[in-house]
């Protein structure tokens, strides 16, 4: 191989008899389609159907191809552990984000939990308010009739004895002043104070 006119148009390049073949360093399949156009288009020789190939340029294309091949194994293995990298990275980011989801998720479903046994709570509580006011609501109306009903009978006691106290007073005037004997009277007048 020629290293003459490596630089053609700032393209690397190699020269082969007339041909200029451009290459780009590390391009080893440029170099492989070249030989495989070489050998495709090479003339038979004569009489003869084996194709008439110029040897020291395809030994030369291949051989460029080999030095190639280092350099572009080692950038795909680059490239590979690049790759490698940046899906670990990606992987553990996305683990990451999934393990914060999860843990977001627990705390919500945890304060639901906690809403929903708060909420149970205080309808247990309003539930149970609701049923002591109407136990004490109960047992206050009750406890009122029975004073209302022992203050009623006391007031008809007291009515009854008002009215046979005016009957007494209103048969007493009635009578001459020097036959009303005020002692039974008087007793028998007051003795509903006993019964209150």
């Known amino acids: 191989m ?12 190699a020269q082969y008899g007339n041909d200029v ?6 391009d080893t399949e440029s170099f492989l389609t070249h030989v ?12 003869s159907s084996a194709p008439k190939i110029n040897r020291e340029q395809v ?12 350099a572009e194994i080692t950038e795909a293995r680059w490239m590979l552990a690049e790759r ?22 627990a705390r919500m479903v945890q304060r ?9 709570r205080a309808r247990s509580v309003k539930e149970a308010a609701n049923e002591d006011s109407r136990r004490l609501k109960s047992e206050t109306e009750d406890y009122l009739d029975q004073r209302l ?7 008809d006691r007291l009515s009854k004895t008002v009215a046979e106290g005016r009957v007494r007073l209103t048969a007493a005037a009635q009578q001459p002043a020097h036959q009303v004997s005020l002692d039974n009277e008087s007793n028998q007048l007051f003795d509903q104070d006993d019964d209150l």
Do not use: H, M, W, Y
Not at 89 to 103: N, P, Y
């Open 36 to 47: 495989i156009e070489l050998i495709s288009s090479a003339p038979n020789a004569p009489l």
């Open 21 to 26: 073949v451009p290459v780009n360093l590390g």
């Open 112 to 120: 639901t939990e906690v809403v929903k046994a708060a909420e149970a």
């Open 84 to 105: 490698d990298q940046f899906l670990a990275k990606t992987q553990t980011e996305a683990d990451e984000i999934l393990e914060a989801g999860r843990v977001k998720v």
């Open 149 to 155: 009903g022992s203050f009623q009978v006391t007031l």
């Open 59 to 70: 030994l030369g294309l291949l051989q460029d191809a080999l030095d190639c091949l280092p």
């Open 2 to 13: 020629s290293n003459d006119n490596f630089e053609i148009f700032g393209v690397a390049g």
